[in-house]
């Protein structure tokens, strides 16, 4: 009996030991490359070893092709550099784009208007009339017209278009009509849907507003947040597209501008019915990179925030923050203080190839931009009082259930002051309820608010194109030269300053082909015309890494997981065609992947490296960035 438990225990053991063994067998491994682990060492190693969606071993080639299974995919780096997943801090990916088109408007829910070209109201009431006729909407369907208006429509949307003449097309039918300004920051409505939303939310827009008002003091038409906001999330209004029609375009798009330059997760608010077409692909494992995105619908009226538990989700889309979008707006927008050349914003607005950007010429209706956050702001120059500010109040009330606000718009150097102050305020009363509470975008921000942020121990997710006069390679006008380049040199994505203070800043890239160009900036802080802004604020190659891997992680509150090529954690990698520390800096931009790995699973290769290692694993892309742009509706 005694030897019997002797072999027991020895089987025991082997068994044991067998199976530890067995778990670390790699089905993937990258040697002889150099791999940027962006651990807290920025050590580097020879080889990567991986074992389903985790990352099993970093070191030498010898100690990793060790753990290489009998049918291991091992490929052999020839001296490339690996690095970990770029993780993209703040998009909006709510929109098929350039796809549009080839969907259709029935099922993007997006019902164009050509008013280019129309001089006054009468023309876009009709042509109104015609597509209403020719889609035979049901009555009480709602509406989401969206025209092309060009720079200089201004006067037929804000002074012409009222909620009663929209009536006058639409009797029948609740229907917003998009500004050119971002639909989730104004919007235009009927009487019909005015009266929609006033019997269901009545009593919080006579409290929180905003609305504009006519001569009357009746709503004018004119929403701003957060009764702009409502439109998106009720969804018996039913303005989304079904997750079915809009998913597979969604998935485009992902590859095309993301994961062909190596990113492998994306941040950004999300509303229900996007974030429902994104978990659509997830459950059939057709997402190309990790979502983490900030809840809309916890901002709307009477949302129950434990339906938005942080973190809640899968591993590829989850919850990483509750978002009110936007605390202020863009362009001439801006929540500020400062002082502001307006007609040399809107002449250079003029200038630019995006001539319908109402953005830059609407100075006159925001003398001091959509400042949300303050009570005075009632709404443009014709809004109605509030009673009270949803927005701060809402804070109060993410912090009571220990939650964190991030994912949401906060663009001009006042809008970023007043959320300090609030934040502190809520610091004073409930400590370290703030910590880790974040800000979106960096366009400008006081250096006398930084230390205060870092007090608090806030994030920020900063976009480098924000500091410079114009894109590298775009050209594209920055609206911040109407500050002059005193502030653009201090107040503007300050990166740097923000480090040097211990505030972990992530980085973002709206557009997604901007990328590369955004690593460029951060590092050379130059414009296209080779032009120096905020040389203070140039960060070293190793430092702009990290802040676009592992400070992205820590952003999305997935630190331990992502953001870092180490044992246990997500194998999201990406091998690049150049080396990234000693290739010329003025190049950058130009870098490509060779492949992007998400959780252990090629999603991207390059053609010629495909083609090279024979290599052609099922659901990856092969192709190239520039191929995956020409192929674009609208390209040729």
């Not at 005694?2 to 063994?21: A, D």
């Not at 939303?197 to 006579?206: I, R, V």
């Not at 999603?603 to 674009?632: C, W, Y």
């Amino acid at each position: 009996m005694q030897k019997r438990h002797v072999w027991i225990t020895i089987i025991s053991v082997i068994v044991s030991v067998s199976l530890g063994l067995a778990q670390q067998t790699a089905d993937t491994v990258l040697y002889n490359g150099k791999v940027l682990t962006v651990d807290s060492n920025f050590s580097t190693a020879e080889a990567v070893a991986v074992r389903g969606n985790r990352i099993v071993a970093v070191g030498t080639d010898d100690e990793v092709l060790r753990l290489a299974g009998p049918n291991a995919l091992k490929i052999d780096l020839k001296g490339k550099m690996v690095i970990p997943g770029f993780i993209n801090t703040h998009v909006h990916l709510e929109s098929v784009g350039a796809y549009a088109r080839e969907l259709g408007a029935r099922k993007t829910r997006r019902f164009p208007l050509n008013v280019r070209g129309m001089k006054g109201k009468d023309e876009v009431l009709q042509q109104i009339r015609d597509v209403i006729e020719a889609f035979q909407f049901e009555p009480g369907e709602w509406i989401f017209f969206a025209p092309n208006w060009t720079a200089s429509q201004a006067e037929i949307i804000f002074d012409q278009l009222t909620a009663k003449e929209l009536d006058k097309a639409a009797p029948n039918n609740p229907i917003v009509v998009r500004t050119g300004m971002t639909q989730q920051n104004i919007n235009l409505v009927n009487g019909v849907a005015i009266e929609k939303l006033w019997a269901k939310y009545g009593l919080f827009l006579e409290t929180y507003g905003r609305y504009w008002i006519d001569e009357s003091g009746q709503p004018s038409g004119i929403l701003e947040p957060p009764a702009s906001r409502i439109l998106w999330e009720d969804q018996e209004f039913g303005l989304g597209p079904k997750q079915e029609d809009v998913a597979p375009y969604y998935r485009k798009i992902l590859i095309e501008n993301y994961s062909s330059l190596g990113v492998t997760t994306l941040s950004g608010a999300l509303n229900t019915s996007t974030v429902q077409a994104y978990q659509w692909l997830d459950e059939r494992d057709e997402m190309p990179l990790r979502y983490a995105y900030g809840a809309m619908a916890a901002f709307h009226p009477g949302a129950d925030l434990s339906d938005y538990p942080l973190g809640g989700g899968t591993d590829t889309v989850f919850i990483s923050s509750m978002s009110a979008r936007a605390t202020d707006g863009g362009g001439v927008r801006m929540c500020i203080s400062l002082p502001r050349n307006n007609d040399a914003l809107v002449a250079g607005a003029l200038q630019a190839e995006n001539s319908s950007d109402m953005n830059r010429v609407a100075a006159q209706w925001f003398p001091r931009g959509q400042c949300d956050l303050d009570i005075e702001y009632s709404g443009g120059t014709r809004g109605a009082g509030l009673k009270g500010n949803y927005f701060v109040e809402w804070y109060h009330r993410l912090a009571e259930v220990g939650s964190r606000p991030a994912n949401a718009h906060v663009s001009g150097e006042r809008s970023v002051s007043m959320m300090i102050s609030a934040w502190e305020r809520i610091e004073e009363s409930r400590p370290g309820a703030v910590k880790g509470w974040a800000f979106d975008h960096c366009n400008l921000v006081n250096p006398q608010d930084l230390p205060r942020a870092a007090k608090l121990e806030l994030m920020f997710s900063c976009s480098p194109r924000n500091a410079v006069a114009s894109d590298v390679t775009r050209g594209a006008r920055s609206p911040l030269v109407a500050f002059g380049p005193e502030i653009l040199h201090t107040y503007a994505a300050p990166f740097k300053s923000m480090i040097d203070l211990g505030i972990n800043v992530s980085m973002e890239v709206e557009g997604g082909p901007g990328w590369w160009e955004g690593m460029e900036i951060v590092i050379t802080r130059k414009d296209k015309d080779g032009v120096v802004w905020g040389a203070d604020e140039r960060l070293d190659r190793q430092t702009a890494l990290r802040v676009a891997t592992q400070n992205g992680a820590n952003y999305i509150l997935k630190g331990d997981q992502l953001g870092s090529i180490e044992t246990g954690k997500f194998a999201d990698l990406v091998i690049l065609d150049r080396d990234f520390m000693t290739m010329p800096e003025e190049e950058i931009s130009e870098m490509r992947p060779l492949l992007t790995m998400m959780g252990g699973k090629i999603v991207f290769l390059r053609t010629d490296f495909s083609n090279e290692h024979n290599l052609k694993p099922i659901g990856a892309e092969i192709s190239t960035f520039e191929e995956l742009q020409a192929r674009r509706p609208g390209s040729e």
